[in-house]
């Protein structure tokens, strides 16, 4: 018992933890490891905000048709859309809509462009 006790012992201090060699490998395989990550998920954000853009596009087209379907003129002001029953709860972002004058359809932001 006591032989096996003192083998153990010996076997402990014999042990050696990992050489900078190893430590620099796993530092270096993390690095890459990471900039990996950081690239894919970089474009990640950019599909997102082209996807809002396409549903404030679609948002605001939506309510136009359903303003001229309930008032058979088309909106002359962003007011007509988001004021006391209006058909958008938010505002209408910036340089979504084109006001062409009185009774024509005003324009909305192609979506290609976003």
Known sequence: MYQRLLTARKAHRNE?????IELLIVIVILGVLAGIV???VRGISDRGATAACKANSNSVSTAVEAYYAKNS????ADGD????GGFLKAPVPTGF???NGAGT???VK???TC
């Not at 050696?16 to 900078?20: C, E, Q, S, V």
């Open 16 to 20: 050696d933890g990992f050489t900078l």
């Open 38 to 40: 950081v690239f894919s």
């Open 73 to 76: 003129t088309y909106p002359t």
């Open 110 to 112: 192609d979506t290609s």
């Open 105 to 107: 359809a005003p324009t």
């Open 97 to 99: 809509i084109t006001y």
């Open 81 to 84: 859309l988001t004021g006391a």
